[in-house]
């Protein structure tokens, strides 16, 4: 029975989520159908990283195994060809060693999170971006990211119904940048970590805006951090803005593909 890992992009806007629903579109339950009505098989999808309602991705994995043993191109645009016109995509399948999971054999995830920072509304990216109509300075959100960095305990950026044992996570990166747009700057923010705790990147996210508009300081964030209560993080950033953009698997050897 070969395993197959899929490389999968998707729009979270008609979704709830990755995680298949019993009444309400998920993207792991339109690609579990797709599989079905071009193999005639049930098979269950393991992905890397759960995505919530509304976040995207350009470069989740999965696996599953079929019984018969497919061209790995066929497998590609035979699920395609069933999820149109569904805004999810398998960009690449392949056929790997039976140990590999794409949840477990992962020892880290990447994410983007995109700020459009202006007063006019998106026209182009809307649904993909948090628009923040006040001015941030992306340099204030660089060094308050600072303290964040390494290994702590994020009980005040995780989301109460969060279903993780501990709290405790080590982020390994987190940085600001800005993307010049012409007559208005984006700004992104790059994360990593071998996992991530519920609504933690958006927690974090909305805390660094608050400091991009100098309404706390590095110490602040700091002070939230160590003070483990989730009242005292800045606001959850919409879930629109963040994407699912890599993964790395020792096993593969590969770098994050989709960074």
């Known amino acids: 029975m070969p395993r197959y890992k899929l490389v999968i992009e998707y ?16 993207v ?12 005639g098989e049930v098979a269950g999808l393991t992905c890397a990283g759960r995505t919530d309602t509304g976040v995207h991705a350009t470069h989740q994995v999965a696996h599953l195994d079929l019984a018969k043993a497919w061209r790995t191109d066929v497998v590609r645009d035979a699920i395609n060809a069933h999820l149109n016109p569904q805004p999810v995509a398998i960009l690449s399948a392949e056929i790997v060693a039976p140990d590999f999971n794409a ?3 992962a020892f880290r995830r990447h994410y983007r999170y ?18 923040v109509p006040w001015p941030l300075d992306a ?9 964040l ?37 984006e700004i992104v923010v790059t994360t990593a970590a071998r996992s991530f705790l519920h609504h933690q990147v958006r927690g974090l996210v909305g ?16 002070d939230i951090l160590a003070s483990r209560d989730r009242s ?18 020792a096993t593969a050897g590969e770098p994050a593909e989709g960074i």
């Not at 729009?11 to 579109?25: E, H, I």
């Not at 805390?207 to 964030?221: I, M, Q, S």
């Not at 950033?237 to 963040?242: D, T």
Request: proline share 7%.
């Open 11 to 26: 729009d979270g806007a008609p979704f709830r989520g990755w995680q298949r629903q019993t009444s309400q579109p998920s």
């Open 28 to 39: 792991q339950g339109a690609i579990e159908a797709a599989v079905t009505r071009f193999s």
């Open 103 to 105: 949840r477990h054999s």
């Open 114 to 131: 995109r700020i459009l920072n202006r007063r006019s509304p998106a026209a182009l990216t809307r649904g993909h971006v948090w628009q």
């Open 139 to 147: 340099a204030l959100m660089q060094a308050a990211a600072q303290p």
């Open 149 to 185: 960095l390494g290994h702590h305990d994020f009980t005040a950026f995780r989301a109460a119904e969060c279903q993780a044992k501990s709290p405790m996570r080590t982020l390994e990166r987190l940085d600001v940048a800005i993307m010049p747009m012409g007559h208005f700057d």
């Open 207 to 222: 805390t660094l805006v608050l400091a991009g508009a100098g309404r706390l300081t590095p110490a602040d964030v700091g």
């Open 232 to 249: 005292r993080c800045g606001p959850l950033a919409p879930a629109r803005g963040l994407t699912f953009v890599g993964v790395d698997y």
